[in-house]
């Protein structure tokens, strides 16, 4: 059974930086893409970065492009998202999720249980 166990997230000041970190079990990923989705209060989730788990090849959102940085340990089975100059527009529930090829809300292999970071202004 595939899980996926997120933490680090928290309060944290405008400008602030956090670390959420998504440790996966039960499979191995190297044909899938490992990354982050967000929800903010009443709006769809979106994506927010991933990580090939096999070449490590990245890819950002443009929201938070030069802000946040996504890298894989690979003898841990975790993935981290590690997250500078944070801004109140980025408060949201953060989830890992697991997919193949381009990330589409639909074709979500796996999900996590979602960690809440809150920026305050």
């Known amino acids: 059974q595939v899980q996926l166990a997120e933490s680090g997230g928290g309060l944290v000041q405008a400008g602030g930086s956090l670390t959420l970190s998504c440790a996966a079990s039960?499979?191995?990923?190297?044909?899938?893409?490992v990354g982050w989705v967000r929800q903010a209060p009443g709006k769809e989730r979106e994506f927010v970065s991933g990580?090939?788990?096999?070449?490590?090849?990245?890819i950002y959102a443009e929201y938070v492009k030069g802000r946040f940085t996504i890298s894989r340990d690979i003898g841990e089975n975790t993935v981290y998202l590690q997250m500078n100059s944070l801004k109140p527009e980025d408060t949201a529930v953060y989830y890992c999720?697991?997919?193949?090829?381009?990330?589409?809300?639909?074709?979500?292999?796996?999900w996590g249980q979602g960690t809440q970071v809150t920026v305050s202004s």
């Open positions: 999720a697991v997919w193949r090829g381009i990330y589409n809300s639909g074709n979500v292999n796996y």
């Open positions: 039960g499979r191995t990923f190297s044909s899938y893409v």
């Open positions: 990580i090939s788990w096999s070449a490590g090849s990245t």
